[in-house]
């Protein structure tokens, strides 16, 4: 009996196994039509100086609009992006896109844009981003470029030497989801970072957790003496952004500012008229 039942559960284990296996491969055949079609949409998200409330970067956050399922989180495509070797041609359009509608903002807006590891692996990043650059006319200093450690950790100088030459540029380099990694601090010591992105995961605790608040002040204690541009994610509420303004942090983003929304939505104070 014990032995039928095992043979029961792991034919049952196969066809979940199969049914996984068909769904992904769905979902890259989609994926690879989405590319293509022009199902992807670019989205921004306000950074505000939390001492002023003035806008000062937006954070183009890419999204899938897929005929039927829906809106498909970055969290689920980018990593299938980045394994079926799509990223590069992803990190194209986001790159393009995102600096041709910053030219339409304020000039003292900038705009920051998401950049995968695997798009530093595959050697053409800085000429991305300089054709970006020079197609829409966008200035290098109105850029900045959100990093993950994953990227400091491939072997090499390969990494380094690209981020100083986005550096070089003008460009503006942050660290994504601090605190959520190893959080080395000889990262911080050894590349030319402008900004510290505190991971939302500490934000939210903040309430309940003497701990998060330790690593909220560490975090904005270490950015002021190194002179880099602290921000926080994942800020929803008057008391999260209360706190950290008291801290010292200089930037905030989250829903408690504004969700991430179409650029044709996108409206500041002293706008140019908006051109689609
Ligand atoms: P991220 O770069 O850390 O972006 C911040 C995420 O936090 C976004 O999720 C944003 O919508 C969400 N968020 C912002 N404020 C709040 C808040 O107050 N509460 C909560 N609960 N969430 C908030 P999103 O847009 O789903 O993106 C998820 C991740 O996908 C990004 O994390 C980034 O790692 C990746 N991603 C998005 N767009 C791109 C892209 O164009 N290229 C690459 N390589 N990765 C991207
Ligand atoms: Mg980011
Ligand atoms: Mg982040
Ligand atoms: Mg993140």
């Known amino acids: 009996a014990a032995k ?22 769905r979902l890259e055949t989609d994926l ?11 989205y921004y998200q306000p ?15 890419l999204r899938w609009n897929h005929a039927e399922r829906g809106q498909v989180s970055p969290e689920v495509f980018v990593p299938l992006a980045e394994e079926l070797g799509l990223i ?50 966008l200035d290098a200093g109105r850029l900045e470029l959100e990093i993950t450690e994953a990227v400091l950790m491939e072997q090499g100088p390969r990494p380094a030497a690209i981020i100083r030459n986005l550096r070089a540029f003008g460009i503006g380099i942050s660290l994504d989801d601090f605190g959520t990694g190893y959080s080395s601090l000889s990262y911080l010591l050894n590349y030319p970072f402008t900004k510290i992105k505190i991971d939302k995961s500490f934000i939210l605790n903040l309430h309940e957790e003497a701990s998060s608040r330790a690593v909220i002040r560490a975090v904005i204690g270490l950015g002021r003496s190194l002179g880099l541009a602290v921000a ?45």
Do not use: H
């Open 4 to 25: 039928a039942e095992r043979r029961g559960s792991c034919r049952s284990f196969e066809v979940a196994m199969d049914e996984a296996a068909q769904a992904k491969s």
């Open 32 to 42: 690879r039509k989405a590319v293509q079609e022009g199902e992807l949409e670019v």
């Open 47 to 61: 950074l505000l100086n939390l001492e002023t409330g003035a806008v000062e970067c937006c954070e183009a956050l």
């Open 88 to 137: 590069d041609k992803l990190g194209r359009f986001v790159l393009q896109t995102a600096c041709r509608e910053a030219t339409r903002w304020p000039e003292q807006i900038r705009v920051s844009v998401n950049v995968s590891p695997v798009q530093f692996r595959n050697g053409n990043l800085l000429s991305t981003v300089i054709n970006a650059l020079a197609n829409s006319g």
């Open 232 to 276: 926080a994610e994942g800020i929803e509420s008057d008391v999260e952004r209360e706190y950290l303004r008291s801290e010292g942090c200089t930037q905030g983003q989250g829903f408690l500012f504004g969700r991430p929304q179409p650029g044709s939505m996108l409206e500041f104070a002293g706008m140019s008229s908006r051109k689609t």
